[in-house]
């Protein structure tokens, strides 16, 4: 029996350096097994930002071994699926060429918070909250989606 490839979903914002890799985090924990997940920038910071990282781990997820990307390692592997993660002030949001199916989910960029440490801190903590509830359902629902596709399959398969 041939084994099909995980698709692709691949996680973009500008930086690469916070919103896309917990969003990369988060979605790999809940649907690594069943999605080759990858995330990348227009303009790689070159690192992941170590409150990014601490906020992962304390929910129980590593990014601190992820690096910075930039989209164009990408553009010549078969990627099923785009999320852009940017906000809506961002105006040099990626795109990525090709069809594919596309999603834009803005959340804003923690890197850009500023205040206090603790209110810096309190950003993150409100970012990486709403990315993985988005991600979680998200990963949550291409699993569900996945089984019953295969139920569908094996049921179509007793029939012959």
Known sequence: ?????????????????????????VLREVAGDLLDVQSAGSDPAGFVHPLAIRAL???????????SKH???FLNREVETVITVCDDADRACP????????????????????????EIWKTFEQVRDDIRRKFT???Q????????????????????
């Not at 979903?9 to 350096?17: D, P, Y």
């Not at 629902?141 to 007793?158: S, Y």
């Open 57 to 67: 781990a304390e929910i129980g997820i590593d990014i601190s071994a992820h690096a």
């Open 71 to 73: 989209l164009n390692e």
């Open 141 to 160: 629902a291409r699993k569900e989606a996945g089984q019953a596709l295969g139920k569908i399959i094996d049921e179509g398969d007793d029939r012959h």
């Open 137 to 139: 359902d998200y990963g």
């Open 95 to 118: 795109v990525f060429p090709g069809q594919v199916n596309r999603h834009h989910w803005p959340f804003p960029d923690p890197a850009k918070a500023t205040g206090s440490k603790a």
């Open 1 to 25: 029996m041939e084994t099909k490839a995980k698709p692709t979903v691949l996680i973009l914002c500008t930086g690469n350096s916070c919103r896309s890799h917990m969003a990369e985090g």
